[in-house]
């Protein structure tokens, strides 16, 4: 027998939204360990919000939303409204009932900002590293560091001489809205031209030989035993940063560590600096620079060096997940402040995913 295609829409519905999410959907194991961390910052939470005028975004439900932003690659804050508007898995995660209205974009950018003035990615990647901890997930010996590229959102024809900034032109541009730009030819540099999009944004390319870009970069210091980030952060890009931050996020340490990198730290300066703080340097030798590797048989003769070099390559996944799923491989915000915020906050994301792959093992 043919069934009825008629569709009535139901004045009740008696089945909760707990009830539609999948006892094995892999957002309830999220969603419990959010609660936790949420319940460790409330008084936190508290420090930032008036106790009198009109209730704002509960800074909960906003993270909650900002997790699944970067959870689901969700391109905009106006895109992650409408799918809280139709998405039962979304609302249910965030903590909306059926009924609730939906934030207009504006309004949820707009309390964003005011968790970003209250440093709350810092408190909450603490949070999410202090589970991992409890968990006996991470390793307090053996670290790796390494940066990566994140394109700007500012177009090469924003980068564009400083004297020059603020002074109108007095040709007449062919397109008001996309004006031709011609630069061939023209020697340009950080120290002489500047983005009028993002003024944090440097030219820089990553390797010889590829083109130069308008960006920041990002640099994580990752425990070596289950590719966990302990630290982050996000600088203006120059030729020194990588090196510079790593030793930023590697801080003091009250016992003797090893750390793995990349050729690019093969420096005699970098490695001089290490063993002064009592790290063993784990480097890849690049035996092209001028003058020879920095790295001698003192190190690369023990297996621990073998060992850190296999496990270095795992910082690759932690960059390849923030720039597919994450979406920072072009940043969908301006200013260096704004940008470090949502890096910190999509590496806390990262290890929340990675605490609970961990957890379903063990």
Do not use: C
């Amino acid at each position: 027998m043919r069934g009825d295609n008629e569709q009535q829409a139901a004045m009740y519905s008696y089945i909760s939204p707990e009830q539609r999410v999948p006892a094995d959907h892999p957002l309830r194991r999220l969603r419990q360990m959010t609660d936790e961390i949420f319940k460790q910052l409330s008084a936190r939470f508290d420090q930032l919000y008036s106790r009198t005028g009109r209730p704002s975004i509960a800074p909960e439900r906003l993270l909650r939303a900002l997790l699944l932003q970067v959870l689901y690659s969700v391109r905009s804050e106006r895109m992650l409204m409408e799918q809280l508007e139709y998405n039962l898995l979304f609302r249910w995660f965030v903590g909306l009932n059926m009924d609730d209205a939906v934030w207009d974009a504006t309004t949820f950018s707009k309390n964003r900002d005011r968790l970003l003035r209250g440093e709350i990615a810092e408190e909450f990647f603490a949070a999410v590293l202090e589970l991992a901890r409890t968990k006996e997930l991470l390793s307090d010996e053996h670290f790796t560091v390494d940066g990566t590229m994140v394109e700007g959102w500012a177009s090469l024809k924003s980068f564009q001489p400083k004297e020059q900034l603020g002074r109108g032109s007095d040709d007449k541009p062919d397109d008001p809205g996309n004006p031709t730009v011609n630069f061939h030819g023209q020697k340009r540099s950080n120290e002489t031209h500047q983005s009028t999009t993002d003024s944090d944004l440097r030219l820089f390319k990553k390797t010889r030989g590829s083109e130069a870009k308008l960006a920041y970069q990002g640099h994580v210091l990752m425990e070596n035993r289950n590719g966990l980030v302990v630290n982050a952060q996000l600088t203006r890009a120059s030729g020194t940063a990588e090196r510079e931050t790593a030793l930023a996020l590697l801080g003091k340490r009250n016992k003797r560590v090893t750390l793995a990198a990349d050729k690019a730290y093969d420096t005699k300066g970098f490695i001089s600096d290490l063993r002064q703080r009592r790290v063993t340097p784990h480097v890849a030798q690049n035996v092209k620079r001028r003058g020879g590797s920095a790295i001698d048989q003192r190190t690369t003769r023990h297996p621990g060096y073998e060992v850190s070099q296999r496990k270095r390559k795992r910082v690759e996944e932690i960059f390849g997940w923030l720039k597919t799923v994450g979406l920072l491989r072009k940043t969908r915000h301006r200013g260096l402040e704004l940008v470090s915020w949502i890096f910190k906050f999509a590496t806390a994301a990262y290890n929340l995913v990675r605490i609970r792959n961990l957890s379903a093992v063990t």
